[in-house]
């Protein structure tokens, strides 16, 4: 069956000339706002004809790199910065960035879990839809910016997925590693099925992802990664002039072949990690441990590396729960590009 047409509304004209601030606005009706909307903030730069990217932060709320950089940039920019076409749209999910949290508080829903959405679902699914049929098909290539939120820390990457499309994946890939992060990362999800990057590439279009930072908060250094990082992309695909600046040191190459590469507590404690985020780890090693707090004198329980690789990510509180990942190790490759993503020589 087709869809309604989506009641998002926007208060900008995609086609126009110029720079225009406005909303995608989504109407409610709740007990605080018998004929309310959710306004999600939104600019839109064009000029002339030309490639259009779509630039996304705050599909998580508490992921707070993204949303600072694409603030700052839409109000810096003019008409004249940019060849083509540039959507920023700073909180996807406005009611969770604007309440500090992963997903909303309207609905509980994560938005990047509720791709590709439905026009007649919750408020949440309401959003996906509207990316999925009104903003991707407008874009030729999409950088979405997440970063750890207040449960994750993670190591400063841009990423793109493996592809049955080969040319598609390449693209991606090199999107990725123009980014300029100080990795660069081929990334395996665990369910991708409803996630943003998948409605996003299921149109044929060029997505890529970052992951930069976490705790639930953003330091001058990974803001500054972040900002140089949209900077690039946008010279990459044509919409700005300049040069790529690439990091300090020479970009590393990470690889996730499977699931095993996540490693989740099957106990419920206070957990240590043994390992530093951006150390790498040998196969057997002790990365952490988790202590029962509801007694003293019991030895904690060990967790152990299944394989060799780089510590790329790590849970941020020391209060863990069964299930929640405590750290993720990916591999250290010579090359991300297909069929080459063997493991670096020590």
């Given amino acids: 069956m087709s869809k309604r047409p989506s009641p998002i509304a926007a208060t900008v004209d995609f086609e126009a000339d110029g720079v225009q601030h406005g909303f995608l606005k989504l109407p409610i009706s709740n007990d605080e706002s018998a004929w309310g909307a ?19 932060g705050g599909n998580h709320g508490d992921e707070y790199e993204g949303i600072t950089a694409l603030q700052k940039l839409s109000s810096s ?31 509980g829903g994560n938005l990047n879990r509720s791709f590709p959405g439905d026009p007649d679902g919750s408020v949440t699914e309401k959003i996906a839809d509207y990316f999925t049929r009104i903003l991707v098909p407008m874009s030729d290539a999409v950088l979405d910016l997440h970063s750890g939120g207040r449960t994750l820390d993670i190591v400063p990457f841009a990423a793109s997925h493996v592809l049955d499309d080969a040319d598609q994946q390449r693209r991606a890939l090199d999107g990725a590693k123009a980014f300029g992060a100080p990795y660069a990362m081929i990334m395996f999800e665990l369910d991708a099925e409803a996630l943003f990057d998948t409605a996003v590439e299921r149109q044929g279009k060029v997505f890529v992802a970052t992951e930069l930072g976490g705790g639930g908060t953003s330091t001058p250094q990974s803001l500054a990664i972040t900002e140089r990082g949209i900077h690039n992309f946008l010279v990459h695909f044509g919409l700005v002039e300049g040069e790529i600046e690439a990091p300090a040191e020479p970009q590393v190459y990470l690889d996730m072949p499977d699931a095993s590469c996540y490693v989740q507590s099957e106990h419920t404690g206070l957990l240590e990690l043994t390992v530093a985020l951006g150390e790498t ?49 990916a591999e250290v490759v010579d090359s991300l590009d297909a069929g080459q993503t063997q493991p670096q020589r020590q």
Avoid: C, W
């Fill in 77 to 107: 920019l003019a008409a004249e910065d940019v060849s083509g076409r540039l959507i920023i749209v700073p909180m996807m999910n406005t009611p969770a960035a604007q309440a500090g949290k992963r997903t909303s508080p309207m609905d």
């Fill in 38 to 56: 959710v306004m999600i903030p939104i600019t839109v730069v064009k000029n002339g004809e030309g490639p259009t990217a779509l630039l996304t």
């Fill in 281 to 329: 780890v040998e196969h057997g090693q002790v990365i952490a441990r988790v202590y029962d707090m509801t007694r003293s004198g019991a030895a904690p329980i060990e967790y152990r590396a299944e394989r060799d690789g780089l510590l790329m990510a790590r849970r941020f509180p020391a209060n863990v729960n069964m299930g929640d990942t405590i750290a993720v190790i």
